[in-house]
């Protein structure tokens, strides 16, 4: 048996210098190379005849070369070489731009496979710089399923399909079996050398369905189980926090000057029922823009300190942490809770009092951004860990705060709702509660797109709003004009808006440049009313109340995911007023359009993240990386949906036996999973 671990440059083949490109596409090992899978696939086994060739169309076709190859020089740098070839039906001529070596390779006679797109011109049939295979010799890449695969400069798909030939030669039966024969029979799954040969080189699409369909359920397996041991550790090895006082709670909510929704209720049941067991809270609480998840938050917070453990809210930006700051001091201050803020912009001297404060029992609650995981914070009785938009942190960040406790419970928002399947692989170390309802009385935003042509009408429509009283969000994808990409930036939409369209207002400009003190004020000023118009790159995106903010322009809606314009949308309609998203879209593409479209049909944010995983696909809307997840490699969470389930019932059977996978015939399969994950879960498997 081999060791996959090998360095890659042990293959034939592999010099010094491929193995440099070969590093640029993370392949190291004979492993690496077995698991970089093909992104597409060309078929090339029906042959055609030349009679029956189409123009434009990628065929394959077996001829005989008549006559020598004949060089014609077309102007100066550009000589074509044209190979005259025949078969029972016809004649054509392979076409080859500034190739001489074609003269020393091609002679009349001999018969070739040539694969390429056919052109029809000057009244012959061409095939445009074909790949070729001499019928005489060891045909591999024309008259078969040939894989296609994602590589960089420096290395041709003959490279790469040459090394993964090489690999499955020498190494493909060293690829121990590590799903458990149970498994495998459950599925009806073929074993792991079957797959990686036919990934590779499938000889035909049931073939290939076979493979794909075996490495996509492992993957997916892997990353389920990995999550689920991680979760079990917390759930099972370890005693959380009691916490028990309910009465100051409800009469916390009865002061509230609304009425929870349902769906708050709900869930801060499931909250008070984690909080008031043994089990660590490890719960992730999904809610769409506006849907009250803050408060929920706040309420978990106070339970916190009614039990006399301090609290801490960790947000991913300073403008959502202050808004936190202030939605915190409102509520519970009157209750005589004290709160802190810990952010990068607080002064110095003023950081090291509330650090004393934190440590001394002496700060009930601090809220603040990445600044709080920094090694000097250090509480007295820390009991809730609350990261708000856990998307934007990563699990080892959440570590990190939660280590500054024993044991405290953990609560983690997200305003980017994820269906509840792939919710269960994106936080499977976590329980799911979703907030599906929005507060009574909300006004629906009314959301338009329209095109460059209606941009001044929308900008006219803007200032009769401003002069009624209302502010206005203008939001652009760059904060800098770029040479590379052509969208409007915040600082030429600042100058653009100030100077012409709205010049008789008070324009503002927000963006992550800025120093955190400049972006403060600002955000103060807008929200005082000072600032009538906010032109802001997407550091508004999250979390931001301004009531009196009314329509938000976004401009370039186009380079921005579905998800992240339902985001910049809920900046407004939070208040009493009639609220409009205006979409100005400068792509003409039917994707553009049919993107423009969901966001006018629907504010279900359940709805526009489905699609959005649809059209996008997930290594664009999440990548798995800022997880602390395994990064996949041929699975996908939105085309695999079905698969997924499936696995997640296989995870469920595999854990109910073995919670630790320590038995003898899943051995193989937790090194696998520890392999995958790292060292991170290995203490996680003993």
């Known amino acids: 048996m081999h060791d996959l671990k090998e360095s890659i440059q042990f293959i034939k083949g592999v010099g010094p210098k491929r193995l440099k490109y070969l590093e640029k596409i993370d392949i190291y090992s004979i492993e690496d190379g077995l698991y970089f899978f093909p992104k597409s696939y060309e078929d090339r086994r029906e042959m055609k005849n030349i009679a029956d060739t189409k123009d434009n169309e990628k065929i394959t076709i077996k001829v ?258 202050e808004q936190h700051m202030d939605s915190a001091k409102e509520l519970l201050e009157p209750f005589g809770l004290r709160i ?76 980017t709702p994820i269906p509840r399947t792939l919710a269960l692989i994106l936080y499977g170390d976590l329980d799911v509660s979703i907030i599906d309802e929005l507060p009574p009385g909300r006004k629906k935003i009314k959301t338009h797109v329209a095109d460059e042509t209606k941009r001044k009408n929308i900008y006219h429509f803007a200032k009769k709003r401003i002069e009624s009283g209302r502010q206005v969000y203008i939001v652009a994808p760059l904060v800098e004009d770029s040479e590379h990409i052509d969208a409007k930036s915040a600082q030429e939409l600042y100058l653009e808006i100030k100077e012409n369209y709205l010049k008789d207002c008070s324009v503002g400009l927000l963006h992550g440049k800025m120093k955190s003190s400049e972006k403060d004020e600002t955000m103060d000023r807008f929200k005082k009313g000072e600032i009538q118009v906010l032109v802001s790159t997407t550091v508004i995106e999250v979390g931001v109340n301004v009531p009196n903010a009314s329509i938000i322009i976004i401009e370039n809606s186009e380079r921005f995911g579905l998800a992240q314009l339902h985001q910049l949308r809920g900046r407004v309609g939070r208040g009493q007023y009639q609220s409009h998203c205006i979409l100005l879209n400068y792509s003409k593409s039917p994707l553009s359009k049919e993107r423009m479209e969901i966001m006018e049909e629907t504010n279900n944010g359940f709805i526009i993240s489905e699609k959005d995983l649809e059209l996008r696909g997930p290594g664009e809307f999440f990548g798995t990386r800022q997880h602390g997840l395994p990064e996949l490699r041929i699975a996908n969470l939105f085309k695999h949906i079905n698969i997924l389930k499936q696995v997640q019932k296989e995870a469920e059977i595999l854990m109910n036996e073995d919670k630790t996978l320590s038995l003898e015939k899943n051995s193989a399969l937790k090194n696998r999973i520890i392999h995958q994950f790292g060292t991170n879960i290995q203490e996680l498997c003993l």
């Open 64 to 321: 005989n070369i008549y006559e020598s190859v004949q060089e014609k020089s077309i102007r100066k740098g550009l000589k074509i070489y044209k190979i005259p070839i025949k078969d029972h039906t016809g004649v054509a001529c392979a076409i080859f731009y500034n190739a001489p070596f074609t003269k020393d390779i091609f002679k009349e006679g001999d018969r070739i496979y040539l694969h390429g797109k056919i052109k029809k011109a000057f009244g012959e049939v061409q095939i445009i710089h074909p790949s070729y295979e001499f019928i005489e010799g060891n045909t591999t890449t024309v008259n078969s399923i040939i894989p296609i695969y994602n590589l960089t400069h420096g290395l041709t798909q003959k490279d790469m399909i040459n090394l993964s030939r090489n690999i499955l030669h020498v190494y493909g039966e060293s690829m121990y079996e590590y799903l458990p024969a149970d498994t495998i029979k459950r599925n009806r799954l073929c074993d792991i050398q079957y797959a990686l040969g036919n990934i590779h080189f499938p000889s035909s699409p049931k073939v290939l369905k076979i493979a794909k369909y075996r490495l996509v359920f492992e993957e997916l397996l892997i990353l389920q189980l990995g999550l689920w041991l991680i979760k079990n550790k917390f759930n099972n090895n370890q005693k959380g926090i009691v916490f028990q006082k309910q009465k100051e709670c409800k009469e916390l909510i009865a002061a509230l000057p609304f009425t929870l929704t349902n769906a708050q209720i709900r869930v801060l049941q499931e909250i008070e029922t984690d909080m008031k067991s043994e089990k660590i809270m490890n719960r992730l609480v999904q809610g769409d823009v506006g849907s009250g998840k803050t408060i929920v938050a706040l309420i978990a917070l106070y339970k916190s300190v009614l039990n006399g453990y301090q609290g801490v809210l960790m947000a991913p930006t300073e403008i959502l942490a």
């Open 340 to 415: 802190g803020l810990l952010s990068g912009s607080v002064p110095k001297r003023k950081k090291e009092e509330i650090l004393k404060q934190l440590e001394a029992g002496h700060i009930d609650i601090i809220i603040g951004t990445h600044a709080i995981i920094q090694e000097n914070v250090h509480f007295k009785k820390l009991g809730l860990v609350i990261t708000d938009e856990q998307h934007r942190f990563g699990v080892r960040q959440r570590s990190i705060l939660s280590n500054k406790g024993t044991n405290p419970d953990v609560l983690v928002m997200t305003a």
